[in-house]
T-cell receptor, first 114, second 116 residues
Framework: GNSVTQMEGPVTLSEEAFLTINCTYT??????LFWYVQYPGEGLQLLLK?????DKGSNKGFEATYRKETTSFHLEKGSVQVSDSAVYFC?????????????FGRGTQLTVWP | DTAVSQTPKYLVTQMGNDKSIKCEQN?????MYWYKQDSKKFLKIMFS???????INETVPNRFSPKSPDKAHLNLHINSLELGDSAVYFC???????????????FGPGTRLTVL
């Protein structure tokens, strides 16, 4: 089946620290991978995506590389800001899916202190 | 020009009542979804409609009934509300493409339901 496992939170960092949030997946097919972000009191927004192996998604200083050999899609940022405090969700959709169903990880709460 | 909108944003009600949450998308997408997010932020898909047809129906009590009057709307009606229904409910939409490569979902702002 399809599933996503991401590191448990909460993660607490000081401003300008380096961030890694681990995400691994299992999929019956060849998935596309996503990171979504949920700011306090808001809905989810797409942060970045990658559709094939070795693709790197990037946005707002965040990056994640699709690693097929390790079935991973870890999220990284070199220098976090207070405004990055949010819940981050890793997700996959199976290519060829006629349902477009996203499989989400459990979310990782990030808090950045000044 | 909100892409996916939900009403109401907050809903406080008594146990046993019936309530509805409305969702509309102006993106021209053909597929819409309802998710429930619990207090630990876990997201659980409940339903999905494609062109007004139910395509995903997870294990959800039959007190929950989705209704899609047209492609742009997917409403959620809940009968006989229980304490455990308290959560944030998110509507989402996407355009499901053959190959499923870029099925980004766009989410509404959420409806926080509190059952007393």
């Amino acid at each position: 089946g399809n599933s996503v496992t991401q590191m448990e939170g909460p993660v607490t960092l000081s401003e300008e620290a380096f961030l890694t949030i681990n995400c691994t997946y299992t999929a019956t097919g060849y998935p596309s991978l996503f990171w979504y972000v949920q700011y306090p009191g808001e809905g989810l927004q797409l942060l970045l995506k990658a559709t094939k192996a070795d693709d790197k998604g990037s946005n707002k200083g965040f990056e994640a590389t699709y690693r097929k050999e390790t079935t991973s899609f870890h999220l990284e940022k070199g220098s976090v800001q207070v405004s990055d405090s949010a819940v981050y969700f890793c997700a996959l959709v199976e290519r060829g899916s006629t349902l477009g169903r996203l499989y989400f990880g459990r979310g990782t709460q990030l808090t950045v202190w000044p | 020009d909100t892409a996916v909108s939900q009403t109401p944003k907050y809903l406080v009600t008594q146990m046993g009542n019936d309530k509805s949450i409305k969702c509309e998308q102006n993106l021209g997408h053909d597929t819409m979804y309802w998710y429930k997010q619990d207090s630990k932020k876990f997201l659980k898909i409940m339903f999905s409609y494609n062109n007004k047809e139910l395509i995903i129906n997870e294990t959800v009590p039959n007190r929950f009934s989705p209704k899609s009057p047209d492609k742009a709307h997917l409403n959620l009606h809940i009968n006989s509300l229980e304490l455990g229904d308290s959560a944030v409910y998110f509507c989402a939409s996407s355009q499901v493409r053959a190959g499923g490569q870029n099925n980004e979902q766009f989410f509404g702002p959420g409806t926080r339901l509190t059952v007393l």
